[in-house]
């Protein structure tokens, strides 16, 4: 209950600075409360078409039958989390009996036997099961599991071991533009539409309008209560720009993953260490020789522990720090897609149980409150990434005061401030 009324006292709080900042006037307050209402509109109408989106293709043929089982359900919701070369939105069947998906294909870009092919995902026909051969430029290609491999030569189709392995088949190097890929060159292109526009607009005048009024409070919170107090006062301006760049482009991208057209790019591990990788280079770079030496020769402490303590210490800056940012965002966007479409399959699930209506409104409606929830998630994950990237480009880059006291061997005592710090 206290962290529902907490979410609840955050939520009006955001809101009212939100429209402190934004609007000067009693008319401009109407206009506010209209576009929140409008907001809120759109935000249960998208979750419906989320919905219902979902539900028609969860309810895809393989073969003849349906996915009607709870175990073709859980590998269909493990098929959605992974990457794909097209985007698949909805599949029905025609009047003439034909399977018929709807969605738009993605570019192809192999580098195989013979050179770079490309063509376009739409030639396997939504095929995963490596049964439709590609020909192009002299190599063959099939599509098994998401997975693209090229063909030996002489071979006519898939082998499979018995561990479900090709045995006559070559992964080529895979450069294609997936779902993923295009949804980060959407997140980018929108980044660089929203903030050019902004800056345009700081030229000719202190107040920014439209949607800009929108991004300036965001931009300061991620200045002054995210890079300035973790960071320092003299040295925060030199990280900003890469704060803001982490912060909106997870938070668009998980945004992105709450559409119906099947985002999952934060929930890639491999992005998400991307992402992790880039805290790391920027600290270990930015780090300073009272940061190094805290690691490597910790003072104030036994002579003998130290060298056990800079493995340690070694460890948990190289290793464990940039672990923990890309998996708490991958698990986190991961456990939010699986728990959304697992709500989603309650319609199939408990459609003998509580009939087609009774079962699609709990479905619709427990969908919807973890719908809401995801949008905080969205928030909160794209603000702790920031916030520890922050937090540890703070600790590298910190000027540590060395006017310590020293004891009758000339070592430095430690105060209680000290060991917080390095316990930290």
Request: aromatic share 12%; with cysteine; net charge negative.
């Amino acid at each position: 209950m206290h962290l529902f009324r907490g979410f609840y006292l955050l939520f009006h709080y955001f809101c009212a600075r939100i429209r402190q900042a934004l609007f000067f006037s009693k008319e401009a307050m109407k206009i506010s409360n209209y576009s929140i209402k409008f907001f809120g509109v759109l935000l249960t109408c998208l979750l419906t078409i989320n919905v219902f989106a979902n539900e028609s293709t969860v309810q895809e043929q393989q073969g003849d039958e349906r996915i009607s089982t709870k175990v073709e359900i859980e590998e269909y919701i493990l098929h959605h989390l992974k990457d794909s070369h097209d985007f698949h939105l909805v599949s029905y069947t025609n009047d003439a009996g034909e399977r018929v998906h709807v969605g738009f294909p993605l570019p192809v870009i192999l580098y195989g036997n013979n050179g770079i092919t490309t063509f376009m995902s739409s030639e396997f026909h939504h095929d995963s099961d490596g049964k439709v051969i590609v020909e192009k430029n002299g190599n063959r290609f099939v599509n098994y599991h998401g997975k693209i491999y090229e063909l030996e030569a002489g071979a006519t189709e898939l082998a499979l071991d018995a561990e479900h392995h090709p045995v006559n088949a070559s992964k080529p190097l895979d450069l294609s533009i997936t779902k993923s890929v295009f949804g980060i060159l959407i997140a980018g292109l929108l980044m660089l539409w929203f903030f050019s526009s902004l800056a345009r607009q700081y030229k000719k005048r202190n107040i920014p309008k439209g949607f800009g009024r929108v991004l300036e409070p965001l931009v300061i919170y991620v200045r002054d209560e995210i890079a300035r107090p973790n960071i320092g006062e003299k040295k925060y301006k030199k990280f900003t720009g890469y704060l803001l760049t982490v912060f909106f482009f997870i938070w668009i991208l998980n945004l992105m993953g709450l559409t119906p057209f099947g985002f999952n790019v934060t929930g890639q591990i491999a992005v998400t260490a991307a992402l992790a990788v880039f805290t790391l280079i920027i600290y270990v770079v930015s780090g300073n020789k009272d940061f190094w030496g805290h690691i490597f020769w910790m003072p104030g402490v036994p002579i003998l522990i130290r060298p056990i303590l800079a493995i340690i210490e070694l460890v948990g800056t190289l290793i464990i720090k940039p672990f923990s940012l890309l998996v708490r965002l991958f698990a986190n966007i991961s456990a939010g897609h699986i728990i959304l479409m697992s709500l989603i399959a309650i319609m199939i699930n408990l459609k003998a149980d509580l009939g087609p209506i009774g079962s699609t409104a709990l479905s619709f409606g427990l969908s919807l409150f973890i719908f809401v929830i995801e949008l905080l998630v969205a928030f909160l994950q794209a603000y702790i990434f920031t916030m520890l990237s922050a937090l540890f480009i703070g600790m590298a880059v910190a000027e540590h005061d060395h006017e310590h006291e020293h004891d009758a061997h000339g070592n430095e005592v430690a105060d209680a401030e000290d060991i917080r710090e390095n316990f930290i």
